[in-house]
């Protein structure tokens, strides 16, 4: 009897001192009188989602780009040189006379970039041991298939090569970008104490810097008749029935460093979770969109995207253990 009260009793304590072992959630100081000490580190995991609105800059890169312009004597309409081939060759364009030469590469772009779409991002990271308040993460973020669509391209008032002030028109596309970035952010949470509050409105800020992995596809059509007539284009294209180039679609790959600040504010249900509500901002210096030849070992740069900053309204869960 006495060997198994023994046994038993073994038994306990080696529970009782696992038990004690296991508490990893909260590492702190174990002095050998069982006194405890959290210090306020917790490993963090993240999860959000929600509403991404892009806004940027659109810049013609062109380069240079030289097309003919004809205008009517009679009402001062201006076409291109491939319209006027296409009505001449008809029997049409009677009262268009050619005013001069001049460069699409100098045009602006009609309108600038600005569109919705949807984000969703996951981080990792820890808060600074006895100084809780600090988070150090490191996240993804992906903000999904953003359209860019614009007819004409580019418009605007252009001088020819004769001293003739003309506003033209020149093309149109429909393109789309996919861009990732990954991140490692410092957030500081507005609270006293090593533990956070439960039950109470938690505000933060956070700052860091990133990586941007970029894809964009551009469709690019010849609306207006000044490109099919380019001897440069040939190749990122091939002619219809009617003379007009139909480009093929393109896309582009491309990375570039990234911005990244952060304000919000979570709410503590548990000491382990917390509902996370806020705005996250992306700086993107530049995304470039270009048009290739068929089999993509040629390319060239079309527009881009300047100063391109993505405004995410996200809500998630965050875990603290």
């Known amino acids: 009897m006495k060997i198994k009260i023994i046994s038993l009793l073994s038994i306990i304590s080696c ?3 696992g038990s004690a072992s ?75 006379t050619f005013a001069g030469t001049g460069d699409i590469a100098k045009l602006p772009a009609s309108q600038n970039f600005a569109k919705n779409s949807f984000a969703a991002g996951a981080s990792v990271g820890w808060t ?3 100084s809780p308040q600090w988070r150090m993460e490191l996240g993804w973020d992906h903000i999904s298939e953003t359209e860019y669509n614009s007819a004409p391209l580019f418009q605007g008032s252009l001088t020819l090569d004769g001293g003739t002030s003309v ?9 789309t970008v996919n861009t990732n970035i990954i991140s490692a952010m410092a957030f500081y949470d507005f ?23 970029i894809k964009t596809v551009l469709d690019l059509s010849d609306l207006y008749g000044d490109l099919s007539s380019s001897v440069d284009l040939q190749n990122y294209g091939k002619m219809d029935s009617y003379d007009v180039l139909q480009f093929y679609k393109s896309q582009k790959t491309s990375s570039n460093v990234a911005g990244l600040l952060a304000l919000g504010f979570s709410y503590g249900l548990t000491q382990n979770m917390y509902l996370d509500f806020g705005a996250r901002l992306m700086y993107v210096p530049e995304i470039k969109y270009t048009i290739s030849n068929v089999d993509a070992t040629k390319s060239r740069d079309w527009f881009s995207v300047k100063d391109m900053v993505y405004t995410n309204i996200m809500a998630g869960v965050r875990f603290e253990f």
């Open 167 to 175: 506003n033209v028109k020149s093309g149109g596309v429909y393109s």
């Open 22 to 96: 296991a508490n990893w959630e909260y590492p702190g100081i174990y002095p050998g009188d069982g006194w405890y000490q959290d210090d306020g580190s917790r490993f963090v995991l993240s999860f959000r989602g929600g509403l991404s609105m892009a806004k940027g800059s659109i810049k013609n890169d062109i380069n240079s780009l030289t097309t003919g312009y004809y205008v009517s004597s009679s009402d001062g309409t201006v076409i291109s040189d491939g319209y006027y081939n296409a009505c001449h060759d008809a029997g049409g364009c009677g009262d268009f």
């Open 128 to 130: 600074v041991q006895n």
């Open 191 to 213: 609270f006293d104490g090593i533990q956070k509050p439960l039950n109470k409105i938690i505000p933060y800020v956070g700052v860091g810097m990133g990586y941007a992995d």
């Open 15 to 17: 529970l009782y001192a």
